[in-house]
């Protein structure tokens, strides 16, 4: 078996609230992660999530167990620079992560400061641009990007360091309905081409294009499991406050009825199918 | 009693190289009392159009008149009605600067000019309205907050100016759908019990659908859809896919099934609506 991308054994973070009791955000997490995963994380706000999603890129360590990336322990200092290199992170706002005036010097600037030579960052760039399609925008500057192009151009910036894992937390929460459209294709494309994905959202038509959805909920793992087995478990998640997508929500309420619909329901094709028969 | 849009124009740097027209001759007419939902995709000219609703911006040609008033004018009067105009902006927790979550939320009260009484009974019932103990949060700071507690307070320094008009710019971007739900529950609160009239800028159709009477469509920067909500989503599939914008998930999933022959009534709020649409086809054709 290869190495996992990520493995937490026994993880907590911890830090004190202003009257200085210890408040756990994150409790006895274990967790493996392996290469080519396509992860959801879901959670409401203040569950933890993106306090984990923290630890994978070392902008947090545990206070308590381990976390390690393709086996170096994230509290190691002589790791960070290495793992940093693996794990590439894009947050919600579009805005706060691009450091160039001009979109290809944006995509340049990890490789620059890894002293990749220049030929090499050339090459790297333009794969890059092309793997998420906005080569045609590589001189722009970025103000004229829209938020769904912004997100893409942070996506390639992480391609062009060869990372070989991609954390989003929340990256489409700012984005309309065509921009978020185009960062999850593109997601999903790279997902094909082996990169392991993370990402943290708040909509569940984004988590049931994953291939695993891990549910957090005050700090501690309540659920773990393909989106089929996790979004069957409509009450539950509407409990924990979080939503369900609608053909499964739908599926729970006609059986209710007493309308009898046969399998795992998540989706409009297979509420169809059931309804069609 | 309303906010009046007449053949507005606005160009944003006119005479400049760079000159781009944002919306172009809209004319709009928002009676008091109604909660109209504006969608667009990104660069359709919402935010141009809400900046001009309360006097942000200045229409390159045409006018903005609020109540009767036109609030382009310089005058106290003008200035006076742009007050009526609360607005919420996107992510307003981070434009939180007090050091107490009281401060904060009476800063808007303060530069209005009311006494010290009246500002603290605006900041008590702003709290109030928004779901935070008075007695325990007043005194903190808005810092220590979560990011939703940090929007309640957001919400209420808008709230304290006791609008008459309130616009908000993707109230619910970034919350998860219980912190969405509850947020929400206290606007349409608010327009009930107050009759204050709400305007709601969203990419969120599901949000929409369920609290708005009226739905404006906005695209490259003209109205292209004003209706009521379901029965634009009903008969306007084309004009909306034409937006960029999609019709609500439960909507989806109705007209989907729909297509695969299932005669049921697409005209739904909720999922629970939706549930009973479909049980009533089902049952209707004696199935169960």
Redesign the interface.
Not at chain 1, 173 to 179: E, Q, S, T
């Given at each position: 078996m290869s190495t996992p991308m990520i493995k937490l054994d026994h993880m907590s973070h911890t830090y004190e609230d202003?009257n200085g009791q210890t408040v756990y955000a994150l409790k006895d997490i274990s967790l493996e992660i392996q290469p080519g995963e396509f992860v959801a994380i879901i959670?409401?706000?203040?569950?933890g999530k993106s306090t984990l999603a923290k630890h994978f890129n070392v902008l947090l360590v545990p206070t308590e167990g381990t976390c390690e990336v393709l086996g170096m322990r994230t509290d190691d200092p002589a790791n960070l620079w290495k793992i940093r290199q693996n794990v590439g992170m894009v947050f919600?706002n579009p805005d706060n992560q691009i450091v160039a005036a001009v979109v290809e010097e944006d995509v340049a600037f990890g490789p620059e400061n890894l002293g990749v030579p220049p030929e090499e960052i050339r090459q790297r760039v333009s794969d890059a641009l092309a793997r998420v399609r906005m080569t045609a925008f590589a001189k722009h500057g970025p103000h004229l990007l829209?938020?769904?192009q912004k997100q893409r151009v942070a996506i390639a910036g992480i391609l062009a360091m060869q990372s070989r894992c991609i954390v989003l937390d929340?990256p489409t929460?700012?984005?309309?309905?065509?921009?978020r459209k185009e960062v999850m294709d593109t997601i999903r494309q790279l997902n094909q081409e082996g990169i392991t994905v993370i990402i943290i959202t708040?909509f569940m038509?984004e988590a049931v294009q994953a291939g695993r959805v891990i549910v957090i909920h005050h700090g501690e793992i309540k659920m773990d499991g393909t989106p089929r087995e996790v979004f069957t478990h409509v009450d539950e998640l509407l409990e924990l406050?979080?939503?369900v997508?609608?053909?499964a929500?739908?599926a729970v309420?006609?059986r209710r009825?007493?309308?009898?619909l046969e399998g795992d329901i998540i989706s409009?094709?297979e509420?169809?199918d059931a309804?069609?028969q | 009693m309303s906010i009046k849009l007449e053949h507005v124009t606005h160009t944003y740097g006119l005479g400049s190289p760079f000159e781009k027209t944002a919306l172009h001759d809209v004319s709009l007419e928002i009676e008091s009392g109604e909660f109209v939902g504006i969608i667009g995709h990104t660069g359709s000219g919402k935010s141009t159009l809400v900046q001009l609703l309360n006097g942000l911006l200045q229409p390159t040609q045409g006018t903005v008149t609020v109540d009767g008033m036109d609030i382009s004018q310089k005058t106290k009067e003008a200035m006076q009605m742009r007050h009526k105009v609360g607005m919420v902006f996107q992510y307003p927790e981070y434009q939180l600067f007090e050091e107490t979550i009281a401060k904060d939320i009476a800063f808007g009260p303060r530069n209005f000019g009311l006494s010290d009484d009246e500002i603290e009974d605006r900041v008590k019932e702003a709290m109030e309205f928004v779901g935070l103990d008075y007695k325990t949060y007043a005194d903190r700071s808005p810092f220590r907050l979560s990011g939703g507690q940090m929007r309640r307070v957001a919400i209420a320094g808008v709230i304290a100016i006791h609008p008459q008009y309130l616009i908000l710019d993707e109230p619910s971007a970034g919350l998860d759908p219980a912190g969405r739900r509850e947020i929400f529950a206290e606007i349409q609160r608010w327009h009930r019990e107050k009759n204050i009239t709400v305007i709601l800028v969203s990419h969120n159709m599901d949000d929409i659908s369920r609290m708005a009477s009226r739905l404006i469509v906005l695209s490259q920067g003209q109205i292209c859809i004003d209706g009521e909500p379901l029965a634009v989503f009903a008969t306007e599939q084309e004009t909306l896919h034409r937006a960029g914008v999609s019709v609500p998930p439960v909507t989806e999933v109705l007209q989907y099934l729909k297509g695969r022959g299932l005669p049921l009534q697409d005209r739904v709020h909720t999922v629970e609506e939706a549930a009973d649409s479909i049980y009533q086809c089902i049952r209707g054709k004696g199935h169960a």
């Open positions: 202003e959670g409401t706000n203040g569950s919600q829209s938020g769904g929340e929460a700012m984005l309309d309905p065509m921009g708040h038509e406050g979080l939503d997508p609608v053909p929500e739908l309420r006609l009825k007493g309308i009898p409009k094709e509420l169809g309804l069609c | -």
